[in-house]
C-alpha cells in the first residue's frame, strides 16, 4: 500500500471513531502520521537495494516495532502537542489565512494530561499497526510475487500475507479519497461515511476479486 493510503487508513479509522469530537482534529492527524512510520524500515534503499530487500516490511512493520513507535510518539506528541506546533509553522510560513472561528483550532496544550497521553498511545497503536495489516492485503499481482509482513519480527521472520488487493490497484486510493471529499462537502456524516469507506473497500474487494 502507498504512503497516502495508509495515510487515509489512519485518519479514517479515528474519524469512524467519531473521537475527533472530543479531542480534535490532532487526534486524526497524528493517526494519519503514525499510519505511515513503519515504512522507515524502507530507508536502506537510499543506500543499498539488498538491505532494504532484507529488512523492509520486517524491521518496522513488526508488532514491536509499532508498539514502541507508538510508546515513543503518543509521549512527544501528547507532551509537546508537536501536530499543532508544526501546524501553526506551516501556516506561518506559507501565509495561510484562517478563519477567526479556526484560530481556537491551533491553541497549543499547554497541560500535559495523563488521558490524554493514554488516547494518543492506543490511536497511535491502532494506526501504526494497521500498516502491516493494509500492506499484507496489498501485495502480488502483474507478474510480481507476494511480499509477505515480517509481524513478529524479531522473534520470528515467518510472513503474513494475504494478498485481497494487488499492488498498484487504484480502486482503494479513489474510495479513500472519494469519502475524505465527501466529509469535506458533509462535515456532520463524518463518522458515517468514514465507516461506509471502509463498508466500501470490503465490497470493493468482493466484487474486484471474488475475496472473502
Ligand atoms: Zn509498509
Known amino acids: 500500500m502507498t504512503t497516502l493510503e495508509h495515510a487515509m487508513v489512519g485518519v479514517d479509522l479515528v474519524l469512524a471513531m467519531g473521537a475527533t469530537r472530543r479531542y480534535g482534529w490532532q487526534l486524526a492527524a497524528i493517526a494519519g502520521i ?3 512510520l513503519p515504512d522507515w524500515d524502507g530507508l536502506p534503499v537510499l543506500w543499498s537495494s539488498r ?3 532484507r529488512v523492509h516490511r520486517a524491521w518496522g512493520h513488526g508488532l514491536l516495532s509499532c508498539f514502541l513507535l507508538a510508546v515513543v510518539l503518543a509521549w512527544i506528541d501528547s507532551r509537546y502537542d508537536l501536530v499543532t506546533r508544526l501546524t501553526r509553522v ?3 510560513v506559507l501565509h495561510v489565512q ?3 472561528t479556526w484560530q481556537n483550532q491551533l491553541q497549543i496544550r499547554k497541560i500535559f494530561n495523563p488521558k490524554i497521553g493514554g488516547v494518543w498511545f492506543l490511536t497511535i497503536l491502532m494506526a501504526a499497526v494497521s500498516h502491516p495489516l493494509c500492506d499484507a492485503l496489498v501485495s502480488g499481482g502483474r507478474g510480481l510475487p507476494d511480499w509477505p509482513i515480517q509481524i513478529f519480527w524479531p522473534f520470528s ?3 503474513l500475507v494475504w494478498p485481497v488487493f494487488h499492488w498498484g490497484d487504484v480502486g482503494v486510493t ?3 479519497v472519494g469519502y475524505l471529499f465527501a466529509m ?4 456532520s456524516k463524518t463518522k458515517p461515511l468514514a465507516l461506509a469507506a471502509f463498508l466500501s ?4 474487494a468482493f466484487l474486484r476479486y471474488g475475496m472473502f
Open 34 to 36: 503514525a499510519a505511515t
Open 174 to 176: 479513489l474510495i479513500l
Open 184 to 187: 469535506l462537502r458533509w462535515r
Open 201 to 204: 473497500i470490503a465490497g470493493y
Open 51 to 53: 538491505q532494504f530487500d
Open 90 to 92: 506551516g501556516v506561518r
Open 98 to 100: 484562517i478563519p477567526e
Open 157 to 159: 521472520t515467518c510472513g
